[in-house]
């Protein structure tokens, strides 16, 4: 195995092949820019990559503002140690029809496309190719390029608008999702680091275990966040896949965690929860501020310990 070395290009992993909705993602990383995209096949990949030092980092998707939380990156994450979400990125996403050059919309019969896509474009297929066969694909970008295999089966693809930009093909319709025009969320992983400063429009990511299947457990555990006043963007279950009602949770939540409402609401987690795994702070791509009150500030936090302090060393209260 090679691994990169600091005198070296940097290297990023992400889905590939060229042409994918990661593929754009990544180009919204300026020190990504002139240094070397590595495309592999799935999330697993992508994150081995970075865990084996053969790439410094790898852009995912994580998050889709139709079908939500990405479930492979989800459970990658949770399997995967030693890694840190670095940023966030979004990408408006929607598909077009291509086929090769020598194929006529009339013969489009079989369509290959990724399952994601494929639903979201499917009242469009219904409505003008009723008749049309569906071929799973690995990505949207290996949707089109498989057309060209010498054993293809299907003769159009489901791709990304930028598919053109690489390949040699014909569009035979465009806006394929119609209303359900969706915007992706990729997250920039690398190994794991020190927290950074916040940047005013922060967020913090976790994956936590149920305690115990009881009633209340997870209840517990939302009520960390709500006592010290920390929203969340996102929540998801996923089984953790050792016994039957056994569950872990994807959690987004809103500011740093270097800010002392975010920190308590974490130690609280993991004085209830037997694993809680930080995957990262970092700054929000649509730089949307926390919405939080004066009584969770940094300041009220702070306040509230130098109080306790002066009880316990028994400095007298003002008005005493």
Known sequence: MTSISADTARV???LGPAGTFTEQALKQVAEAEGQIWKPVLNVSQALADVVDGISNAAMIAIENSLDGGVTATQDALAKTDNLQILGEYLVPVNFVLVSRRNVSRDEITTIAAH?????????????????????????NAQAAVDLFGANAVANAAIAPPTITEHYNLTVHATDLAGDLSATTRFVLVGPRQPAGEPSGH?????????PDDRAGALLTLLEQFAAHGVNLTQIASRPTGSVMGSYRFYIDA??????????????????????????????????IAPSTDVHHS???????????????????????
């Open 12 to 14: 990023y992993s992400y």
């Open 115 to 139: 399952p994601v896509a494929y639903a979201q474009c499917r009242a469009w297929l219904e409505k003008n190719l009723p008749k049309h066969r569906h071929i799973p694909a690995t990505s």
């Open 202 to 210: 922060d967020k913090t990511s976790l994956i936590v275990d149920l």
């Open 254 to 287: 809103e500011g740093h965690i270097r800010e002392e409402r975010v920190r308590y609401a974490v130690l609280g987690l993991k004085l209830h929860s037997p694993n809680v795994r930080f995957l990262g702070s970092y700054a929000r791509a649509d730089k």
């Open 298 to 320: 940094d300041a009220a936090f702070k306040a509230a310990k130098q109080w306790l302090n002066d009880v316990v060393s028994g400095v007298s209260e003002a008005g005493d």
